[in-house]
């Protein structure tokens, strides 16, 4: 959903009380053989639930399901998850990654919460910016 808040006014937030996992996906147009660098702001608490939060970029179209199914084809900006990195103690903070657009006029960029087990934090995005 779409909530108040957010490091500049509204956040894309994601919450799961129950298993499975829900993503979004957004295409934005590009310039081919140029540089860029993508940010955006996130937002997680730690949890000892099974979950994992991530953002990630594809080069060119792709869907929310695309991005769920073939992840590893994804360049992850940042995931969060109970056995890793378990969340930013709930505080916004940029995240970046720099890439070349090759041939491609799109982007893809995925957002994903999911949980295993327990119920999963209320992640938050905010501010994506591809420069």
């Known amino acids: 959903s779409i909530v108040a808040g957010g490091q500049s006014g509204n956040a894309l937030q994601a919450s799961r009380g129950n298993l499975g996992s829900s993503v979004k996906v957004k295409v934005y147009n590009i310039t081919a053989s140029s540089n860029y660098t993508l ?5 997680c608490p730690s949890s000892s639930a099974a979950y994992w939060a ?6 060119g179209n792709y869907s929310a399901q695309d991005f769920d199914q073939n992840s590893g084809n994804w360049t992850m900006i940042q995931k969060f998850s109970n056995s890793g990195t378990n969340g930013n103690g709930n505080v916004w903070t940029q995240y970046n990654k720099s890439f070349s657009s090759g041939g491609n006029t799109q982007i893809s960029v995925g957002y994903k919460l999911g949980v295993s087990s ?10 994506l910016r591809i420069q």
């Open 118 to 127: 327990g119920t999963a934090p209320t992640i938050q995005w905010d501010t």
């Open 39 to 43: 940010t955006v702001y996130i937002k």
């Open 54 to 59: 991530e953002c990630a970029y594809r080069l």
